[in-house]
């Protein structure tokens, strides 16, 4: 049976070395059946969420605010995963997708969550010019355990100065074989 998967894409680079983790993940997803949505995220009108209490999870649009959200809730309300791609920004994910993560909370405001649990899945898709991914890793744990998702994996990248400089290296083949795990 196929799955819906929905990436959010937070790296400010179209072509830069977490979207070509992002394009090995997505084409060994497809070739397992899976559907693909991704939203890059830098290209997006996306505020930031104010902690308004204000949304409601049954609406279509569940958060007070209109902007691109408002693309990105009904695909994660009805998909099976949800990747999270992100360069390594001052030992964190970058400000696109913790801004979009953020906001991902109205989901579970208001009228009954529909974001966490739903036997959701999740990974973790990484490049940086460095090393140092323990402080992220133990923000995403924590985060996966208060959405009840399952942690399918995670590929880090790290050693990526410039752009391209991931090409050839053993974690694009990696993102490819964790999508295409999926199934």
């Known amino acids: 049976m196929s799955k819906k998967i929905v990436i959010l894409n937070g790296s400010p680079r179209k072509t830069g070395n977490t979207s070509a983790l992002v394009k090995a993940f997505t084409k060994g997803a497809k070739s ?18 104010k902690g308004c209490f204000g949304g409601h999870s049954s609406k279509e649009y569940p958060c007070v605010q209109k902007d691109d959200m408002d693309k990105i809730y009904p695909a994660v309300k009805e998909c099976d995963v949800i990747v999270l791609a992100t360069p390594l920004y001052y030992w964190n994910m970058s400000g696109q997708i913790r801004t979009a993560i953020d906001r991902l909370f ?18 973790l898709l990484m490049a940086a010019e460095g090393h140092g ?19 399918l994996g995670h590929v880090l990248a790290g050693g990526n100065e410039d752009i391209g400089d991931i090409e050839g290296k053993p974690e694009i083949q990696k993102a490819f074989e964790l999508g295409k795990s999926i199934q």
Do not use: P, Q
């Not at 059946?33 to 969420?49: K, Q, R």
């Not at 991914?133 to 133990?138: G, I, P, Q, S």
């Open 133 to 151: 991914f323990d402080d992220v890793l133990l923000y995403y744990d924590h985060l996966m355990e208060h959405l009840r998702w399952k942690n």
């Open 106 to 123: 109205a989901l579970e405001e208001g009228d009954g969550n529909l974001l966490r649990g739903h036997d959701r899945t999740s990974a």
């Open 32 to 49: 397992a059946g899976n559907s693909v949505i991704e939203f890059f995220l830098d290209s997006m009108n996306i505020h930031g969420c």
